[in-house]
């Protein structure tokens, strides 16, 4: 695959630093910015991902600093952002994805700061000439924010000769240069297949310049997200139902599939509607209390309890 990238025989033409030092207010420039609530944001949103956090934070400095130093005047080589994600599902790439959006408009390198999430269904036709008109449009509905494609890895099947997904590598990689200054793309999936991913498309590797790997959650994080959605919903674990969920994580942990803070959500959605088939069954009145409990007998009702193993339902 070819480098689409034109380049230039001589260096863009640059202003003049200022004849003498200007003071910048690093303060009231990191405040007036609003990224500092957007950062809030992401550390309330999100359990655990020290290092995830650490390294949006410098992203986000270096482009503040690169926006001052646009300002003032300083010779500054437009920071590369396009990004790469990866990780086990459940990780939180989208919800970093949203707010690295968020981010990106605060500081204008992007128009809306919006997201647009797209797979390769999204983008690859059946047939000759389906898949640009698609590719087409979700990069119309993407300008001004930000592009994140799930599993980007499946854009590429080399062993089927007739797969029409180059034609959308080729267009997105077309876009990610000549729009570049309207429009970021995040790829995101497993990070050894999008290793293999990068080697086989350079062109992408080139074009990408942040590459952030979202690792597993722990047991305690997962009770601790566990515990934030059942009190956002308004329910509440008693001591020995978030015992038995423990044991359910710690089962549910070492089962192929296990998609970490997309599981707990799942588990805690069918742990609701065992909970709701039970005060049913049970009739009478019930106090509030009763209707925001989960009991223990609403988490152990789960087959990986009985059987161990997982059944591909995340079960």
């Known amino acids: 695959m070819s480098d689409v990238r034109a380049v230039s025989a001589t260096p863009p033409a640059t202003s003049p630093a200022p004849a003498g030092p200007v003071a910048v207010d690093?303060?009231?420039?990191?405040?007036?910015?609003?990224?500092?609530?957007?950062?809030?944001?992401?550390?309330?949103?999100?359990?655990?991902?020290?290092?995830?956090?650490?390294?949006?934070?410098?992203?986000?400095?270096?482009?503040?600093?690169?926006?001052?130093?646009?300002?003032?005047?300083?010779?500054?080589?437009k920071p590369t952002l396009h990004m790469s994600f990866t990780g086990r599902p459940g990780t939180g790439k989208t919800t970093v994805a949203l707010q690295m959006a968020k981010i990106l408009q605060q500081l204008g390198y992007v128009r809306k700061g919006h997201l647009v999430v797209a797979t390769r269904d999204d983008l690859v036709g059946q047939y000759v000439g389906h898949t640009a008109p698609k590719t087409k449009e979700v990069i119309k509905r993407a300008m001004g924010g930000v592009l994140f494609i799930d599993e980007?890895?499946?854009?590429?099947?080399?062993?089927n000769e007739r797969d029409y997904g180059q034609e959308a590598i080729e267009m997105l990689l077309q876009s990610m240069e000549n729009q570049r200054d309207d429009l970021v793309v995040i790829l995101a999936g497993y990070k050894e297949r999008m290793d293999t991913f990068f080697q086989s498309n350079p062109g992408f590797h080139s074009r990408v310049g942040h590459h952030i790997d979202f690792p597993d959650y722990s047991l305690d994080e997962?009770?601790?997200?566990?515990?934030?959605?059942?009190?956002?919903?308004?329910?509440?674990?008693?001591?020995?139902?978030?015992?038995?969920?423990?044991?359910?994580?710690?089962?549910?942990?070492?089962?192929?599939?296990?998609?970490?803070?997309?599981?707990?959500?799942?588990?805690?959605?069918?742990?609701?509607?065992?909970?709701?088939?039970?005060?049913?069954?049970?009739?009478?009145?019930?106090?509030?209390?009763?209707?925001?409990?989960?009991?223990?007998?609403?988490?152990?009702a789960s087959r990986v309890f009985a059987t161990g193993t997982d059944d591909t339902t995340d079960e």
Not at 36 to 59: F, T, Y
Not at 152 to 159: G, I
Not at 234 to 248: I, K, L, N, V
Not at 256 to 264: E, G, L, M, Q, Y
């Open 152 to 159: 980007a890895y499946y854009l590429y099947r080399p062993e």
């Open 26 to 77: 690093l303060s009231a420039a990191y405040h007036g910015s609003n990224i500092e609530h957007v950062l809030e944001e992401l550390e309330g949103e999100l359990v655990g991902l020290a290092p995830v956090k650490r390294r949006i934070r410098e992203i986000a400095a270096l482009l503040l600093i690169a926006r001052l130093r646009e300002e003032q005047g300083l010779t500054t080589e």
């Open 222 to 300: 997962l009770m601790a997200i566990a515990d934030l959605m059942v009190r956002r919903q308004h329910y509440a674990f008693d001591q020995p139902s978030r015992a038995a969920f423990g044991e359910y994580v710690a089962l549910r942990m070492r089962q192929p599939h296990f998609a970490n803070a997309r599981s707990v959500r799942n588990a805690l959605d069918r742990i609701k509607l065992r909970q709701a088939n039970r005060l049913i069954a049970r009739g009478g009145i019930v106090s509030r209390e009763d209707l925001a409990r989960i009991d223990a007998a609403d988490v152990r």
